[in-house]
T-cell receptor
Framework: EAGVAQSPRYKIIEKRQSVAFWCNPISGHATLYWYQQILGQGPKLLIQFQNNGVVDDSQLPKDRFSAERLKGVDSTLKIQPAKLEDSAVYLC????????????FGEGSRLTVL | GENVEQHPSTLSVQEGDSAVIKCTYS??????FPWYKQELGKRPQLIIDIRSNVGEKKDQRIAVTLNKTAKHFSLHITETQPEDSAVYFC?????????????FGQGTTLQVKP
């Protein structure tokens, strides 16, 4: 079974530039999560989708972050404009319908903002 | 709001010794408590989980205990081996809304010395 796919794995940008991350969850998983993991900290939930609807985006900085999950499959997380404090690993995770239960994480996209 | 506290932040043990990591959570409605292991540069992976209807669960050298009254749970690793060296995260589900989202602790860096 293929795991959660993410790209790009690494991205370096200047502050005020924009960046987009892509995630393809495990086939058949209805729920998709984007987490931000700052170095030395635990993952923090940014947004949760159930199929193509948003379930929780209470910690998403909506003035600069946006996310979508078209057709209820893959998802894109965008940051515009980026700030220095956005430097982190952005982890995508998915889980099958019916929770709570295990989250399956991708390898993450490491963002460095200079 | 929902919060998970994890201690200690770092833990160093000799190979063969036991290691214990403790977490407390704030949301009394939480009913799912997983533990993830994250090796350097890798994705977090589930190693064991426990649900609120169980007080203890064991899987070979790993065990988790849960005290719902005190709202804390612990990970126990016996007969530690160098390959156990990693960052360990506890988590609790956001039970009040039962969306399946996980709130993570800050992480514990475990070093097992040969």
């Amino acid at each position: 079974e293929a795991g959660v796919a993410q790209s790009p794995r690494y991205k370096i940008i200047e502050k005020r530039q924009s960046v987009a991350f892509w995630c393809n969850p495990i086939s058949g998983h209805a729920t998709l999560y984007w987490y931000q993991q700052i170095l030395g900290q635990g993952p923090k939930l940014l947004i949760q989708f159930q199929n193509n609807g948003v379930v929780d985006d209470s910690q998403l900085p909506k003035d600069r972050f946006s996310a979508e999950r078209l057709k209820g499959v893959d998802s894109t997380l965008k940051i515009q404009p980026a700030k220095l404090e956005d430097s982190a690993v952005y982890l995508c995770a998915s889980s099958p319908a019916g929770y709570p239960g295990e989250l399956f994480f991708g390898e993450g996209s490491r963002l460095t903002v200079l | 709001g929902e919060n998970v506290e994890q201690h200690p932040s770092t833990l160093s043990v000799q190979e063969g010794d036991s290691a214990v990591i403790k977490c407390t959570y704030s949301d009394s409605a939480s009913n799912y408590f997983p533990w993830y292991k994250q090796e350097l540069g890798k994705r977090p992976q589930l190693i064991i989980d426990i649900r609120s209807n169980v007080g203890e669960k064991k899987d070979q050298r790993i065990a988790v205990t849960l005290n719902k009254t005190a709202k804390h749970f612990s990970l126990h690793i016996t007969e530690t081996q160098p390959e156990d060296s990693a960052v360990y995260f506890c988590a609790a589900n956001g039970g009040s809304s039962n969306t399946g989202k996980l709130i993570f602790g800050q992480g514990t860096t475990l070093q097992v010395k040969p």
